[in-house]
């Protein structure tokens, strides 16, 4: 039997968070529950905190946990890879669930997030999401099924869910960084174009260099090196996160944009390239004026994917689109739809992880008693990522 009570890490307005207890929810017949292990603390928790909460909700979608209950349906429910799951097993998620029958979903593919507008996405409010539907299940927490993010004791997984069998010997604070993984996965996905064709510019003698020296940055140039390119650049400005996001990546340079003019990195990316310019750029970083800086950078025919702008809406910056789009000949690619597509890639990279120091990613490893605190270290100067355990 489980307890009554489960602990939670309750977002209740600007910086602000209370630590509450809720009755722990019963699986329905096509449902199921976890006990949290480790939730990792994504940008977009950080993004969120300092802003008004509509209501009380329990953030964090980066998720890893033991099965503690399951209804009968749930393997019919559930999109489980590597499954059916039973009490016991470790699963890990993906946040969105979609409704599968509104426009965006029968024309892009049930599961692709962002393009539904009825979607449900755990431990992220509805009317943060920027969608024009109806919220389809409350993140209030008073609401039960109370427990649906993932900086609580308990997360239950609703129908349509897609997760991951975790194996036993991946550690859970590994699992969890699924999400940001499969983000840059699919950062490079839309970087590679059909073999041979003149637009081709991410290939194994490519030049790629990465804006941004958080955590998808650095994923981004793991898995740019996985795929074999030449060389990879990164550009950040905190001296602890650019030596994380190299030794991780094996990066072939790094720049700081703090002791550097945009001028001098622009020219450093064109020595390096052999005078071109670089061949992919994948712009990481929440800045929109990096937006600006890659198309500088790369070559002509080149290819850059904006990932880290998503949450910059109203915020203008001035381009010559002649100079820099069309007389380039440039691939810009905006981004912010994913699928469990390239999730289920980015998980069987992360079965590598004898091979790949993940928990190097980590700096701030905390509880739920300690996560405001965590929340409010994020623009230091040594945090890297953080992380809730369990």
Not at 209 to 237: F, N, Y
Not at 307 to 335: E, F, Q, Y
């Amino acid at each position: 039997m489980l307890k009554e009570q489960g602990r939670a890490a309750v977002w209740t307005g600007k910086r602000n968070i209370e630590i509450m207890e809720f009755p722990i929810p019963v699986a329905g017949e096509d449902g199921a529950v976890i006990k949290v292990e480790d939730a990792a603390v994504c940008g977009t928790d950080g993004h969120l905190f300092p802003q008004e909460a509509l209501k009380p909700s329990i953030l964090g979608h980066e998720v890893c946990g033991r099965v503690v209950d399951i209804g009968k349906r749930a393997n019919k429910t559930l999109n489980v890879f590597g499954g059916p799951i039973k009490v016991g097993d470790r699963v890990v998620l993906y946040p969105w669930i979609t409704c599968g029958k509104c426009g965006g979903c029968l024309t892009f593919g049930s599961g692709t997030c962002t393009v539904c507008d009825d979607s449900f996405v755990y431990g992220i409010p509805y009317d943060k999401l920027g969608l024009n539907g109806k919220e389809r299940i409350s993140s209030d927490v008073n609401i039960y099924p109370h427990f649906k993010g993932g900086f609580g004791e308990y997360l239950y997984i609703f129908p349509e869910t897609y997760i991951w069998k975790v194996p036993e010997d991946m550690p859970s604070q590994v699992a969890a960084l699924l999400d940001p993984l499969a983000v840059a996965v699919r950062a490079v996905e839309l970087a590679c174009t059909c073999p041979g064709i003149v637009e081709e510019a991410f290939t194994t003698n490519a030049t790629v260099t990465i804006i941004g020296d958080g955590p998808v940055g650095a994923l981004a140039a793991l898995v740019s090196r996985i795929m074999g390119v030449e060389k990879i650049i990164i550009i950040g400005g905190r001296n602890k996160r650019l030596a994380i996001a190299s030794e991780i990546s094996q990066a072939d340079y790094v720049i700081n944009y703090k002791e550097t003019s945009p001028d001098e990195r622009i020219k450093k990316v064109r020595d390096i390239s052999g005078g071109q310019g670089a061949d992919v750029v994948l712009q990481c970083s929440n800045s929109p004026e990096s937006f600006v800086e890659g198309l500088e950078m790369i070559r002509r025919m080149g290819t850059l994917v904006e990932v880290g702008n998503m949450v910059n809406v109203g915020t203008n910056v001035s381009i010559d689109p002649a100079r820099l789009i069309c007389l380039k000949h440039a691939r810009v690619m905006g981004m912010s739809a994913n699928s469990p597509k390239a999730f289920n890639k980015a998980f069987h990279i992360l079965k590598r992880h004898n091979k790949i120091s993940f928990e190097k990613l980590y700096t701030h490893v905390g509880s739920i008693d300690t996560l405001k605190n965590t929340l409010n270290s994020m623009k230091d100067d040594n945090y890297f990522k953080g992380l809730v355990k369990f």
